[in-house]
């Protein structure tokens, strides 16, 4: 698995290893039922603090992305279903609303802002998702 970590961005790097996994489930550069590097592997590989790559790994375990097994170690979910639920929306709404205040702040027109938006979602049809 190669991970591209900018040190210098103002994105933290458990947001940005998160953020590159699930980008790779979507395209399918990450299959389902794969292994994931070790914590320490992965920490090593990216010359990270072990604790961030746990981080990371817990809160993908949480969402449903991949599974911990304490002696075979971590894996993208065999079985991965997600579904969209109130409570996804409801944080897609939130992220939106972030997101869509920085686009309109740095005077992005609705049209630059939903055709970034329809390029990305039509680009991870293309590449492997749903």
Do not use: C
């Not at 961030?52 to 304490?70: A, D, M, S």
């Not at 579904?83 to 609705?110: H, I, N, Q, S, V």
């Amino acid at each position: 698995m190669l991970l591209q970590i900018q040190f210098e961005s103002e994105i933290p790097i458990y947001q940005q290893i998160k953020n590159q996994i699930i980008r790779g489930i979507a395209t399918g550069a990450l299959q389902q039922g794969e292994d994931l590097p070790s914590v320490r592997q992965l920490a090593s590989d990216i010359g990270i603090n072990f604790h961030t790559v746990i981080k990371v790994y817990n809160q993908l375990k949480q969402e449903g992305w991949v599974i911990i097994h304490r002696k075979s170690g971590v894996m993208i979910n065999p079985d991965l279903n997600l579904t969209k639920t109130p409570e996804y929306m409801e944080l897609l709404d939130d992220l939106m609303k972030t997101t869509t205040a920085e686009a309109f702040m740095r005077g992005l027109t609705k049209e630059e802002f939903i055709n970034i938006i329809e390029k990305n979602y039509d680009n991870y049809k293309t590449q492997g998702g749903k």
